[in-house]
Each structure stands twice: as structure tokens, then as C-alpha cells.
């Protein structure tokens, strides 16, 4: 069976290789490297499992597109530009306060949605310019956006490695807040004040003229209430779980969408909106999907179990020294698959060495993201140059730019999970 | 590339998504509606529905069947729940064995074979389970339905943000509000599967049930494994129990363990706490479960033969042994089958105002000699109103 | 109660068919091949999901 899974592995890998030479889309050199592992298992088509395999993250695929759709009504009814602008105005003058909050807005849409894509596609523009406004390189710019990226999407409440590999391990998702916001937010802050604490003052003048003008009757007001809705829903149902009917991620994001909607200055076009949320977001729904289908193949043939295998029965030391690699390397050659893949085994062998999993898998939860700017994928990385129209060289320059603060990262989410079991007072 | 090229694949791809639902939703739709036949032993007195006890439930896929088997002499009743996890086959196999065989001298025997019907319908994403298994009676070749450990979303849609188990406010997976074995005691107006708890716990208060069985099998990978959970108001029995067991009739021991007091919504604590009856819940080991386990098909669920698991086992990451001769459904039925008996005997003995006396079922020893399909019968050969379906 | 979750559920409903609907009106617009490809292996799951199947 070892030889079988094995062959099942090569199978899948050259496959995979050879499609993405003939220029196949990522999803496509998935699907087929999975098509191809399945006739090398020698089931034919399996028809049904693929098929169930497809369903594997549709209730997660739903959150993602939900939470999109709101962050999209946000922008279209002005309310990102309206916080960036009043987030210069107000404090062009110092430096530090201004850097903190950038940060923090460009926490939000990945934090909510769990996709440092959706961060850049939303925030990626606005933020870069105003950036480049305050005297930071566009290289370095461009490292920030990714890097900021990279950690709102482990930030929580929503975070796709984490639930993914819980929920393959029948662990619950809960108590993950507290470590992914330590975590992530002062990942977040250090990248930030790494690359871009040396500059210039903000010209105010030319920064308020390129940033696009929110509508007049925009205020705070207006833009808060959405997000309020939204942890209210959350709030309500923890604290009247049992009065509350059951709403689902999907839903409170939809009905905080509505809430954008009712306030909006200007009338928003829904559907509009919603259909286009949707098609932008069909490659990473798509990866989704391919990703479950690839992994019933997998756990088919057995080479889900070899690749588990393989990994608990590494010693400890050698994994802690080596997950800082592995996990982003993962991450940019199978993107989401990395987590049920990988991820599952290592809490399982973490869980059973005396490790605290909650703690141990919100790091290495951290340490995917940032993978995402690394071939074959390279998902965010690649949205970030075309983004922000960087012209530079995207491993000399920009991925280059980017490894201090990464290194500093996954060094610090090294020791998270080495020492998890001292930390485990932070699951909340 | 031309606007003629782009139509054709984009016809000719959407006509193959339009097959590969058509293959596969046929696929879906014969396993969620497969009906399994069960020869009811002459032991059983009454087949009941479980909206019976809450009438809510009537019309949903967890309106199970409630078999009765009344010895109509005096005595005590014993509850034993099987496909709470419908992913584990040892567990329905052995409710179904007693349905099909058991004869009551004393006292009365409430069996479930589908606790958690809803569950059995449909298969896990991601995980290649099987949809049917096949075991070979006297009589020729016995299809059976494989399902997941939790109710089929298409029953219980959407999940929550997270679940609270109710009434303890315990924070649960979100999926797990469809996991019978964490929404226990039930939820009047809550899920499905939580609605379905409460009416087992009505269940329990109506027929006065005083022993209760929840069956399971578990992953070698996972620490509560080959052993008896009992509440604290069973565990003498299960002491005792795991003792005679270990000593006298299993070749592998089983053990005994606490059921957790903070540890909410399993029936071990809840149906202990909420009712009068003590609880036991038994796991056996199914190394179908694991995940280092390779090739996932039904010989994997029948045999319980992996080398990934063995392989595992060597490296001390798994909680019970296993070698060559893998872990055969017929031992694993065969285990609950005698930890069932031994239960109630003790049961019985502890409290001699309610005993229970079963007849013809067969232990441990007889399952494997003979295996677990000698002791289902022919659905063809017994007369249609002995014949029920589930 | 029952009855909120059951409209709940119907939402979620209407949610997958207007996935399915923007699919199948983004597989006649693209114009790219291997998009098309993609968007027919993800319709299939919010399909199938629709007519309640799986
Ligand atoms: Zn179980």
C-alpha cells in the first residue's frame, strides 16, 4: 500500500506539473491532477466522489462570498474611503497614530472574510496610495499591503486554515480568538512599522485630491452601524444562544450587508454588486472546491493517509525546526489544501505529544498566509503587484522586501507552538 | 482563438458538469432513500416511531423506529442506542442483531438501530467514504448503508457561528449541533438533532428506562478507545463489567472510564443527569476512522486491516493495538454484543427488582465463529409483517 | 422556532440559487476558456444543493 500511495502521490504531482506547464489555470492543474490520481488508483471515474468532494467547504464558500459581498457594499457606499480619508486628515501629523490605524483598516475585510485577496482588493489601492503619499518605496508599499494581507486573513473570527483543519480533526472552533489577534495584529504592526516607519510627512494637500471623495452625507455613524449589526448578531447569539434562531456566518453577513444598504448615502445597486462580488471571487471559490475534490481522491487512494503519516511520525524537534518552511511552501503550492492536509496530522501528533492544539494551530494558522506570495500560486502576492500596478521585480524586489518581517513572523509562531502548552491561559 | 471555439468547450463543458450531476446526484439520491430490511426476532413485541414520544419529529428523517421487546414478565428496561454515529457500522450492526434475535425472559429491551437517521443518509465530503457496505449472510449478500457522524445538512441547514449546547451554554463546534452525541439532553425547539435528544430523553421518562446504551466506534488515533464511559451513577457496573470482560472473554481488554462532569452533551453525562436511568456508552476500536489510514474503501471498514494505521501503532501514536489480523467487523460487533449482555446481567444482579433477562443473542466468541451476517436473517423467507424497513 | 429555522433554511436556498444563477450567466459571458471550464465544476455542488440532492 506504501508503493500504491506513493505512486498515487507522483501521479498527482507530475500531472499537476505538467498542466501548469501547458499554462492550465491552478484550479485546473488541481482538478486534473486529481482526475489523474483517481484512474491511477484504478476506480475509473469516480464520479460520486468527486462530485462529494466538491462539497467538502461549500458552507465555508458561502461565508467567503457573504462577507465579500458586504465589504464590497461598504466600499461602494463610500465607507472605506470615507474612514481613510478622515483616518489623514486627521492625523497626517503623526506618524505613528497614522501608520496604527492603516493597520488596523487593513485588518478588517481579511479578518471578516479570511482571505488576504479580498484585504487587497478592497483596501489594496487606497492604502498603497496613501502610502506612497507618506514617503514609503513602492516596493516597500507593495511588501505591506501582502504582508498586512497575509495576516488579515489569519486574524479572527475568520480563519480558513484554522476552522479547515479543526473541523478535519473534530475539534471545535473555539477559543482561537485570543492567539490569532495577538498573533496577527502585532504581525500586522511590526510589518507596518518595519517597512514603512522611515518617510516623509503626508503631502495632505495631493493625498486628499487622488483619494476618491466619499458621498457628502457620509459619517461615522454610517459606517459603524454595518459592523455593529454584524457583532451583535454574533453577541446575541452567544449571550441568548438558546432565544435566538440559528442565523449562520452567510446570514449575519448578509443582513449587515442590508444594514449598509439602509443607510447608505446613495442608492446602491445589490444586485449589481452581488453578481460582481460573486464572479470575483470565482477563482478563490473555485480553488475551494477543486481543493475538497482533490482531497477525497487523496484520502480514495490512501496518499492522504501516506502524507499524514509521513508527517506524525517525524520527530518533534525536526518539525518544529522545519514547520517555518513547510507550512508556507504548502501553502503556495496547494493554497487552502494545505490546511486539512497537513494540518489535521499535525494536531492529532501536537495533541498527543502534550501540546496545547488550539494554541499550537492558531501559529501555525499564521504561518500559511504567509506563504500565499510563493509559485506556483502565489494568490495574494500576484493580486498585490497587479493591485497596486508595481513595476519592480516581484521576487528581486518584492518578495525580497518582504522576508525580514516574514522571517520575524514565523519565528515567533515557531516559539508560539513550542511553547503552546506554557501559553495555553491565552484560548479564550 | 476564435468565438466559435470558446462556445464549443463551454457547450461541451457544461453538458459533462450537466452528467457528473446527473451520475452523482442518482448516487445521492438512492443512498439517502435506501431502505435496509430487518427481520424483527418474535422477541419484539411492538415497533413503535420515535415521534411517538414528541410529535414534532413526525415527517423527518429522524422519525426513527423504536423497537420494543417485552417479555411481558415483571422486571427492569434496558435502552440500547445504535447509530448515533452513523459512520460506525459496529454500532447499528449491533443494535440490529439484537432486533433480529433477541428473546426477552424478564424485564423489557428498547433498541434503536438509527438514532440519528438523518445522519445515515449522506455521505462525508472530503473523506471517500463508502456509500453502502455489504456483509454475506446464510443467505446471500446483505447491503447495508454507510453514513457520516453528523445529520445531512440537507435536514439541518445552516450551522450556527458556533454551537451552545443546551442547557449547559458549553462552546461546541459549529457543526456538532448535528451531532447526536453533543446535543444531548435535547432542545424541544432547537435542530433537528436536538430536538431529536429531547425526545429520546422523553423516550426514557415515558418507559422508565433504567440501564441506558449509547454504541461507538472510534479512530485507534483517539484516547477514548476500547472502554466503557459511564456516568457516575453506572460505575460500579462498568467496572465490573470491563473486569469479566477482560478477564474471562476479549482477547484485546476493555477498560472503564469516567464520564467527565464538565463535559457536556454527551449522553454518558446528560442522559445520567436527565433522567433516571444510568448511563453507559461503549466504544469499540475502527480503524476505518483514522486518519494516517490508507486506501478508504469497505474492505478498510470491514476488515479493519491498514498497514498506515499499523505502521502508526509503531511509532506509539495510537491508543490500542493492532497487527495483522486488523480489527474484522466481527470482532468489533462481537465486543458490543457481550459488553451489551454482561451489562445488563450486572445490571440485573445490582438490582434485583429490575432485572433483565435476554435470550438467543450471541457473544463475543459466537459472532466471530460465526460471523456478524449468520445472525441476520433472510427478509424474503420471513413473513411481511416480521419484516420492517429502515 | 421550528418554523424561523425552516424559513432560515429557504434563504440559504435562495442564496445558492443566485450563486447558480451568476454562474451560468458568467459561463455565456467569459471569454476565456479556461474560466468557463471552472465555473461548470462549481456550479455543480450549488446545483445539486439547490434541488436539495446532496
Ligand atoms: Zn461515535
Given at each position: 500500500m506504501f508503493i500504491h500511495a506513493g505512486m498515487i502521490l507522483v501521479v498527482m504531482a507530475v500531472?499537476?506539473?505538467?498542466?501548469?506547464?501547458?499554462?492550465?489555470?491552478?484550479?485546473?492543474?488541481m482538478f486534473v491532477a486529481a482526475i489523474a490520481g483517481a484512474l491511477a488508483h484504478g476506480a475509473g471515474i469516480p464520479v460520486r466522489h468527486i462530485v462529494d468532494g466538491a462539497f467538502t467547504y461549500y458552507d465555508v464558500c458561502l461565508i467567503f462570498i457573504t462577507a465579500t459581498f458586504f465589504m464590497n457594499l461598504l466600499k461602494e457606499a463610500g465607507g472605506v474611503t470615507y474612514i481613510i480619508r478622515g483616518i489623514i486628515t486627521t492625523f497626517h501629523r503623526q506618524r505613528f497614530v497614522c501608520l496604527l490605524l492603516l493597520t488596523l483598516v487593513l485588518l478588517i475585510p481579511g479578518a471578516l472574510t479570511g482571505s488576504g485577496a479580498v484585504t487587497v482588493l478592497i483596501m489594496g489601492t487606497m492604502v498603497?496610495?496613501?502610502?506612497?503619499?507618506?514617503?514609503?518605496?513602492?516596493?516597500?508599499?507593495?511588501?505591506?499591503?501582502?504582508?498586512?494581507?497575509?495576516m488579515s486573513a489569519a486574524a479572527p473570527p475568520i480563519n480558513l486554515w484554522a476552522m479547515m483543519a479543526a473541523a478535519g480533526s473534530n475539534m471545535p472552533y473555539v477559543g482561537f480568538m485570543q492567539p490569532l489577534l495577538i498573533i496577527t495584529v502585532s504581525g500586522a504592526l511590526l510589518s507596518m512599522f518595519i517597512l514603512g516607519w522611515k518617510g516623509k510627512a503626508v503631502d495632505l494637500e495631493k493625498a486628499l485630491k487622488e483619494l476618491p471623495t466619499p458621498p457628502e452625507k457620509m459619517n461615522f455613524l454610517r459606517v459603524i452601524i454595518p459592523f455593529l449589526v454584524f457583532f451583535a448578531l454574533v453577541l446575541a447569539g452567544r449571550i441568548?444562544?438558546?432565544?435566538?434562531?440559528?442565523?449562520?456566518?452567510?446570514l449575519m453577513f448578509l443582513i449587515s450587508a442590508f444594514a449598509v444598504f439602509l443607510i447608505s448615502p446613495k442608492k446602491l445597486p445589490l444586485l449589481e454588486i452581488a453578481s460582481t462580488t460573486i464572479r470575483q471571487l470565482i477563482p478563490l471559490v473555485g480553488i475551494m472546491i477543486v481543493v475538497g475534490v482533490l482531497i477525497q481522491i487523496m484520502a480514495l487512494s490512501g496518499a492522504r493517509g501516506l502524507i499524514s503519516l509521513g508527517v506524525v511520525t517525524l520527530p518533534l524537534t525536526v518539525l518544529f525546526a522545519a514547520l517555518w518552511l513547510i507550512l508556507p511552501w504548502s501553502e503556495g503550492l496547494v493554497q487552502y489544501a494545505a490546511a486539512p492536509l497537513l494540518g489535521v496530522p499535525l494536531i492529532l501528533l501536537f495533541n498527543m505529544k502534550g501540546l496545547n492544539p488550539v494554541i499550537a494551530l492558531s501559529a501555525m494558522a499564521v504561518m500559511w498566509p504567509l506563504g500565499d506570495c510563493l509559485p506556483p500560486t502565489a494568490v495574494v502576492g500576484r493580486a498585490t503587484v497587479i493591485e497596486l500596478k508595481y513595476k519592480g521585480s516581484y521576487y528581486g524586489e518584492f518578495v525580497k522586501t518582504c522576508l525580514i518581517p516574514m522571517l520575524i513572523i514565523l519565528f515567533v509562531c515557531t516559539l508560539f507552538i513550542i511553547f503552546s502548552k506554557q501559553l495555553s491561559f491565552l484560548v479564550g | 482563438?476564435?468565438?466559435?471555439?470558446?462556445?464549443?468547450?463551454?457547450?461541451?463543458?457544461?453538458?459533462?458538469?450537466?452528467i457528473l450531476m446527473i451520475m452523482a446526484g442518482r448516487a445521492f439520491y438512492e443512498h439517502r432513500y435506501f431502505k435496509g430490511a430487518i427481520v424483527l426476532s418474535p422477541g419484539v413485541t411492538e415497533v413503535k416511531k420515535l415521534s411517538d414520544y414528541f410529535s414534532p419529529?413526525?415527517?423527518?428523517?429522524?422519525?426513527?423506529?423504536?423497537?420494543?421487546?417485552?417479555?411481558g414478565n415483571p422486571g427492569g428496561t434496558v435502552m440500547v442506542l445504535g447509530g448515533t454515529h452513523p459512520e460506525e457500522p459496529g454500532a447499528n450492526l449491533a443494535a440490529q442483531v439484537l432486533v433480529e434475535n433477541a428473546q426477552l425472559e424478564k424485564g423489557r429491551l428498547i433498541v434503536v438501530i438509527w438514532a440519528n437517521r438523518s445522519a445515515s443518509t449522506v455521505s462525508r465530503p472530503g473523506d471517500a467514504y463508502p456509500q453502502f457496505y455489504h456483509i454475506s449472510t446464510d443467505w446471500g449478500v446483505k447491503k447495508f448503508r454507510m453514513g457520516d457522524r453528523w445529520a445531512n445538512p440537507l435536514d439541518s441547514w445552516p450551522d450556527p457561528e458556533v454551537y451552545v449546547n443546551y442547557p449547559s451554554r458549553q462552546l461546541l463546534a459549529y457543526m456538532d449541533i448535528r451531532n447526536l452525541n453533543r446535543t444531548w439532553p435535547g432542545k424541544a425547539d432547537g435542530a433537528l438533532v436536538e430536538r431529536t435528544c429531547y425526545a429520546f430523553i422523553e423516550l426514557i421518562k415515558e418507559e422508565k428506562v433504567g440501564l441506558f446504551i449509547d454504541l461507538h466506534e472510534a479512530e485507534l488515533e483517539y484516547p477514548v478507545i476500547s472502554t466503557i464511559v459511564a456516568n457516575q451513577n453506572a460505575q460500579e457496573i462498568a467496572a465490573m463489567v470491563s473486569m469479566i470482560l477482560t478477564a474471562f472473554e476479549f482477547k484485546r481488554p476493555i477498560g472503564m472510564e469516567f464520564s467527565p462532569p464538565s463535559l457536556h452533551g454527551l449522553s454518558h453525562r446528560e442522559v445520567g443527569d436527565y433522567s433516571d436511568a444510568l448511563s453507559?456508552?461503549?466504544e469499540a476500536p475502527e480503524p476505518f476512522l483514522d486518519r494516517v489510514r490508507g486506501i478508504t474503501d469497505e474492505h478498510l471498514l470491514l476488515t479493519g486491516k491498514d498497514p498506515f494505521v499499523m505502521k502508526a501503532g509503531e511509532y506509539g501514536l495510537l491508543y490500542e493495538k493492532i497487527d495483522e489480523e486488523g480489527w474484522p467487523i466481527d470482532v468489533r460487533v462481537g465486543r458490543h454484543c457481550s459488553t451489551i449482555l454482561q451489562s445488563v446481567q450486572t445490571y440485573?444482579?445490582?438490582?434485583?427488582?429490575?432485572?433483565?433477562?435476554?435470550?438467543?443473542?450471541?457473544?463475543?466468541?459466537?459472532?466471530i465463529e460465526n460471523g456478524v451476517g449468520h445472525y441476520f436473517y433472510d427478509p424474503d423467507e420471513a413473513p411481511t409483517d416480521r419484516v420492517v424497513y429502515e | 422556532m421550528t418554523t424561523i429555522n425552516l424559513v432560515i433554511m429557504i434563504i440559504y436556498h435562495i442564496i445558492s440559487v443566485f450563486v447558480?444563477?451568476?454562474?451560468?450567466?458568467s459561463i455565456i459571458k467569459t471569454k476565456d476558456v479556461q474560466e468557463a471550464i471552472l465555473y461548470c465544476i462549481i456550479l455543480i455542488p450549488f446545483t445539486l444543493r439547490v434541488f436539495h440532492i446532496k
Open positions: 500531472t499537476f506539473a505538467v498542466a501548469k506547464l501547458l499554462k492550465l489555470t491552478i484550479e485546473l492543474s498603497g496610495n496613501v502610502l506612497t503619499y507618506m514617503g514609503i518605496s513602492e516596493t516597500r508599499t507593495a511588501a505591506i499591503i501582502f504582508l498586512c494581507a497575509a441568548w444562544p438558546f432565544q435566538m434562531p440559528i442565523l449562520g456566518l452567510p | 482563438m476564435s468565438e466559435k471555439y470558446i462556445k464549443t468547450v463551454k457547450i461541451i463543458s457544461f453538458c459533462i458538469a450537466l419529529l413526525e415527517g423527518t428523517a429522524n422519525d426513527c423506529n423504536i423497537y420494543i421487546l417485552d417479555s453507559l456508552l461503549f440485573s444482579e445490582m438490582y434485583p427488582d429490575k432485572v433483565v433477562a435476554i435470550s438467543k443473542v450471541p457473544r463475543y466468541a459466537e459472532v | 447558480v444563477f451568476v454562474l451560468i450567466w
